[in-house]
């Protein structure tokens, strides 16, 4: 029996307070992992919130783990004890439909989320099936790794269904969590990308992380005209904008990517699609396979989110933060 230390939730929109729960040694193909670190994501907070109507209290958030393996089930295969893995959004999928077998369990009917059926990793201690803990590569550091299973998934699966390759054109909108990270994997990949973003600071930031152009639009405004054509736009804001002047940005075939969901429609006249025969697409998370493509690209061209570290036990503090938009660019708990 192992007594678990987490943080929780125990009701709608609450502070975290410690709670803690006993657990048995694990079975099957279930592993337990020693919290090292979690990072911070919006999305810990809608659940808190039961934004999404399907919260259960107490919740114990965060889904951005990485830890230790210091228990195995007498099934798991893929790891052992002393590795360092990480966690992100999903914990299970039925690993036998046809979006599982294809590498899309992302896409699974059967999909669960971590923090809303189980308990997340704002804990010393986090179960878990071990067919979602991914390896981290050696050269990328615990204490920026997290974010990387959330964020930097989301972005990077987003980039890659939406036809990203090299070479190409690429925009970001936003460079917050989300949007730094995509300015580094698409420029890092060998495209040339252009942000869009609502202040000169950010602009000069987006350039530092490899952006060669940066359009700056006051909130409010909308886009300029366009003056050079994109493959790719990837949008990771949760606000609406002015859509139909986005897409006149695209070149033929060119897609649209929502990696932030706006609570309202699209408006988006069909005739500016038809004539270029450009595409909108959304995208959730990534399948097991893209998440550890994900990376290893990380790893081999020394992509990491911008930190802002906090103790455990300031968790209340950090969270606070994040819910002001006051992390550059992502927050995450440490030991
Ligand atoms: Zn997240
Ligand atoms: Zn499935």
Same mark, same amino acid.
């Not at 975290?16 to 020693?34: K, M």
């Given at each position: ?80 004890? !002393?590795?360092?893995?990480?966690? @992100?959004?999903?914990?299970? *999928?039925? +690993? ?5 077998? /294809? $590498?899309? &369990? ?39 790794? !997290?974010?990387?299973?959330?964020? @930097?998934?989301?972005?990077? *699966?987003? +980039? ?5 390759? /090299? $070479?190409? &054109? ?39 992380? !490899? ?9 409010? *405004? ?114």
């Amino acid at each position: 029996m192992r007594t678990v230390n987490a943080y929780a939730a125990y009701e709608k929109s609450a502070n975290l307070d410690p709670y803690q729960f006993d657990v048995t040694p694990v079975e099957g193909h279930n592993c337990t992992i020693r919290v090292l670190a979690c990072g911070i994501c919006h999305s810990d907070i809608h659940v808190i919130d039961n934004d999404w109507g399907m919260s259960e209290y107490p919740v114990i958030p965060g889904h951005e783990v990485i830890g230790e393996v210091v228990e195995i089930g007498s099934e798991v295969t893929n790891l052992k004890v !002393g590795d360092r893995v990480g966690v @992100g959004w999903q914990a299970s *999928s039925c +690993l036998q439909c046809r979006d599982c077998l /294809s $590498g899309n &369990e992302n896409l699974c009917d059967e999909n669960k989320p971590l923090i809303i059926d189980s308990k997340g990793g704002f804990a010393d201690y986090l179960i878990v099936d071990s067919r979602f803990a991914f390896h981290i590569p050696a050269g990328i550091e615990t204490k920026v790794a !997290g974010p990387l299973l959330c964020a @930097g998934i989301t972005v990077y *699966s987003g +980039l890659r269904y939406g036809g990203m390759t /090299s $070479g190409q &054109e690429i925009g970001i909108i936003g460079i917050g969590g989300l949007g730094h990270l995509a300015v580094q994997f698409a420029s890092k990949l060998g495209n040339r990308v252009t942000v869009f973003t609502t202040s000169e600071d950010k602009a000069q930031f987006a350039r530092e992380m !490899g952006a060669q152009d940066a359009i700056v639009i006051p909130k409010g *405004s909308n886009p300029p005209e366009p003056d050079r054509k994109l493959d790719i736009l990837l949008s990771t804001v949760p606000v609406s904008l002015d859509w139909a002047a986005y897409i006149e940005y695209l070149d033929s075939d060119g897609t649209l990517v929502m990696a932030g969901v706006p609570d309202e429609p699209l408006t988006i006249p069909l005739l500016s699609l038809l004539v270029k025969r450009r595409r909108v697409m959304s995208s959730p998370i990534g399948g097991r396979a893209m998440m550890m493509e994900m990376l290893s690209i990380a790893d081999r061209f020394g992509i990491a989110p911008i930190v802002e570290t906090f103790p455990f036990d300031r968790v209340n503090e950090a969270m606070d933060k994040v819910r002001e938009n006051q992390i550059r660019f992502r927050a995450v708990l440490t030991r």
